[in-house]
């Protein structure tokens, strides 16, 4: 005899609503991040797209009380519709509790995670920010052995600034990387960023940078690094 199925969330109905029918509620929701909303409109993807959390009250409204910013930015694409998790006989105090809930239990992803989904989507700066730094010497990463360097949000910066190359060949210069301790590594992402920004800088006013007086100035006390 097959086992009986039990579906997890079953419940809760998923149904296609309306967007403009849909309401959202200051009193306990976050103020719209209009930065937030055009992220997701620009990157939209419908696999990607998370259904909303919509609670029916008792005079038959439908607020959102999770996925405002989605709501907002599906109208911005277009869209007549969304499919949300409809949720009867909620109190707006309830709301609220699942909001906080919801936001709360998201595990945020760190930037070497989403680095990672980067390469795998053959996101370009990221491709770019590999094959620069396992030229240098370095893995990005976490490891108990050298030459790791688990902080990726500066090179994204300094990619973003256009001196990734010239700050990888700095930094490789005057120091080697491949001996780096992992204790030390925030201290390098630190510094890493701090060298980027002195060379955009120094390109910004057109000043001519003599790579070797660089890195004499960056080994004067390779210890701390």
């Known amino acids: 005899m097959a086992a009986e199925m039990k579906i997890a969330g079953a419940s809760v109905p998923v149904v296609p609503i309306l967007l403009s029918e849909i309401l959202i509620d200051s ?3 976050r103020d719209q991040d209009e930065k937030h909303v055009q992220e997701i409109f ?3 993807d419908d696999r990607a797209f998370q259904i909303l959390e919509v609670s029916v009250r008792a005079d038959g409204t439908k607020y959102v009380f999770d996925g405002g910013h989605r709501k907002v930015a599906a ?3 277009g869209f007549t519709h969304a499919m949300c998790r409809l949720h009867h006989g909620l109190t ?3 709301e609220a509790t699942y909001f906080n809930m919801l936001q709360n239990g998201r595990k945020r992803i760190t930037p070497l995670q989403m680095f ?3 390469l795998a989507r053959k996101y370009e700066p990221a491709l770019r920010i590999e094959k620069m730094t396992r030229a240098a010497g370095l893995v990005i990463g976490e490891s108990k052995n050298g030459g790791h360097l688990p902080h990726v ?3 994204y910066a300094i990619d973003k600034i256009g001196v990734l190359s010239e700050t990888l060949a700095a930094v490789e210069a005057a120091w080697d990387v491949s001996s780096w301790e992992p204790s030390h590594s925030r201290i390098r992402a630190q510094t890493f960023l701090g060298v980027g920004i ?3 800088n120094a390109k910004h006013k ?3 940078l003599e790579s070797d007086l660089l890195s004499q100035a960056l080994d004067t006390n390779p210890h701390t690094i």
């Open 198 to 200: 002195f060379i955009a």
């Open 75 to 77: 109208e911005r694409k």
């Open 206 to 208: 057109k000043l001519v």
């Open 42 to 44: 620009n990157f939209y």
């Open 116 to 118: 990672r989904a980067d």
């Open 27 to 29: 009193s306990y929701q």
């Open 153 to 155: 949000a500066p090179l």
């Open 92 to 94: 707006v105090e309830f």
